[in-house]
């Protein structure tokens, strides 16, 4: 994993444990193809047995990390041309270069996401 994506995961435990959420996929690079993309994905049931996904991306060329909240459940729901950036409960991007400190680039993501989950406390989205 990461420097940004470790400290990121350190940072956000809190917020994602009183929101209700989980890890449940550590996308890590296997070296191949793969290697320029790594992700953290949340996952938090709602009390109507609908989930909602937290996806936290890292793609290394370009360097940028990119954070979707979303419910699989809209995507089913929408039209068939629709994709998850459509459904998305909030969505944005962090571009960063080779300067850029880790801890840093985490706390800003921290930050706007602490946001998004406090909006929240329990998952009770829509």
């Not at 990461?2 to 990121?8: A, D, E, I, Q, R």
């Not at 444990?17 to 994905?41: H, I, K, P, W, Y």
């Not at 709602?46 to 459940?73: G, K, N, Y």
């Amino acid at each position: 994993m990461t420097k940004v994506l470790s400290f990121l995961a350190w940072q956000l435990s809190g917020a994602i444990a009183r929101a209700g959420f989980v890890l449940t996929d550590l996308g890590e690079s296997d070296g191949g193809v793969n290697d320029r993309m790594q992700q953290l994905e949340y996952r938090a049931e709602l009390p109507e047995r609908r989930f909602v996904l937290l996806d936290i991306c890292e793609l290394t060329t370009p360097r940028m990390i990119t954070a979707t909240l979303w419910s699989p459940d809209d995507l089913v729901q929408a039209r068939a041309e629709s994709s998850v950036d459509a459904v998305a409960i909030h969505r944005r991007s962090w571009k960063y270069d080779s300067s850029t400190d880790p801890t840093v680039l985490a706390s800003k993501i921290t930050s706007e996401l602490d946001g998004w989950l406090a909006s929240r406390d329990r998952p009770s989205i829509h």
